[in-house]
């Protein structure tokens, strides 16, 4: 009898030791998208698998003793999407576990008492199948109205009551406002050599105003990204009237850093590069930084100075910047190598943002072309820019818009080689219609007169017209292109989330250019394609494919939005 004992443990430990090297998922389960697909239940599973770049990762393996976890988690999945009666099941072969899942009848929504003030914000219906992330969601958008609307202190109760015998849901929300509060004054415990003036230009609130938790949101952004606290803190005191004071806590962390890069994209090939800044450079923001970018089209060294506030009798506070550049860099037909001096002066007024200045260039232009006009040239000019930024994320943004124009003026007067006066202006909107974001933009630009080719404006590349390379819309002379005078680039494009990190797009861009001054009567030139987005630590990945209209493909890759 003993013997069979230890044969029965030796058996036992055997199956529960057994590895697996596959996983699959069996029964009622979406073949591409939706809520019992593949990519989904793994993630309910807590299976990841390495993304495709990671060559020198391995695939995950499964012990038996997990298969009982797996089934529990599924279960529970399905349960949180209405399927209250599911089965699910478990099965084995030499190498593979099988998870078979039934959901069977759904749960539905019986009734549900709310104020009609906030039915609005309800993701679900009576009759309709219920899911528990819509009832959390629905309370997220609820507390976040409130918040959002001077109730920070609201009181709610929300209950969905499940009755497995008679198979329905009842919903009970209930939400007890309080009182309406405001912003009062801002204590600020300031430890850092930053004034407390320049912290308080980054609140997005102010006394009085109606309070609302994304102006703190904000105004936290806004703190964290000066690059000068490791600390912050924004304490709201509602133990007072309807007036809300907020404390203030900063601690100055490191303010220099090093950084480097190495990369590649379609526009400048393989790429690497070094920066040094001091985020806080003799104290109150000032900035320095210096950096080197080196690509297979050429490389680029550079310092900058800037400081947020210098005063004026007359104009006021105003911020200033300064930009020394030396670059070189293959256009494949022509070499240009460059020195650049930019200063810039900018000043928020009547809600825009200016910018206006002076440039030096001294450029030396290489080119077997005679189009080209190779030569040494010295280019002064002054310049004008206003801009409206209202995206929510400037790397990869769902929601809202952005509008600029820019001026800039070369003359003889100012010790230039070449007269010319060139605009450029661009907008841009999006709109998220969730799982989608839709998004467009133009951009329009002028030269007044004829200027050598290197003045010219290019269209075509990855965040232009993507049917064509590279600068290569256009006319050519030979296999080059040489630009235009006159410019329209337009784009319209759909993102679709499969997840939080992975989207696929579709995209229409259409252009025109010409050699005349303000001629916008040439031809158009479309495009259309797909992408991919990855949304990694350091913004999108992006893959886009373009098709142009005469036959062909252009493949771009690189970081950020086109929008």
Known sequence: MKNYFYLFLLLTLLLNGKTFQNIEFRGDVDLITGEFDRSTLLKICHIEYPPIYKLWKKDPTFESKEIKGFV???????HSMGYYRAKVTSSTDSDTIYLDIKKNKPIRVSSISIDNEFRRFLLFKENQR????????????ITRFLEENGYPTYKMNAKAFVDLDLYKVDVNISIDKGLKRYFGTTEINNSSEVENFLIKKELKYKKDELYNILKLEESYDNLYRLGVFDKIKMNPDFNSSHKTDIKL??????????????????????????????????????EFRADIKVSQRGYETST????????????????????????????????????????????????????????????????????FQEGNYLLNSLFYRVVVDKRDSKMDAKNGYYTSLYLEKSMKQLGSDIDYFKVLAEGRYIKE??????????????????????????????????????RDLGEHVGKYPVGGLTIVDSSLEARYYLSDNFSVVSFFDSSKMSQEVNDFSTQWYNSYGLGLRYLSVIGPLRLDVGY????????????????
């Open 548 to 563: 142009p209209q005469e036959g062909g493909f252009a493949l771009h890759l690189g970081i950020g939005q086109v929008f």
């Open 130 to 141: 219920f899911k528990t992330t819509e009832f959390t969601a629905t309370k997220k958008k």
């Open 72 to 78: 529990k988690s599924l279960t529970n999945y399905a």
């Open 433 to 470: 219609f969730s799982p989608f974001v839709l998004a467009s933009k133009i951009k329009l630009g002028t030269l007044s007169q004829e200027t050598p080719p290197f003045k010219h404006f290019f269209l075509g590349g990855a965040m232009s017209n993507r049917g064509y390379e590279y």
């Open 304 to 371: 900058g100075y800037y400081d947020p506030r210098l005063e004026n009798p007359w104009l006021g506070d105003f911020s200033f910047r300064n930009e020394l550049k030396y670059s070189r860099s293959d256009f494949d037909s022509y070499i240009e190598t460059a020195v650049t001096d930019k200063v810039t002066f900018g000043k928020s007024f009547i809600g825009l943002d200016h910018f206006f200045g002076f440039q030096f260039e001294y450029l030396d232009v290489q080119s077997d072309f005679a189009l």
């Open 249 to 286: 806590s900063l601690r100055e962390g490191r303010t220099k850093e090093l950084a480097s890069n190495i990369g590649y994209d379609t526009e400048d090939g393989a790429r690497g590069g070094a920066s040094y800044i001091d985020h806080d450079f003799f104290g109150n923001l000032r």
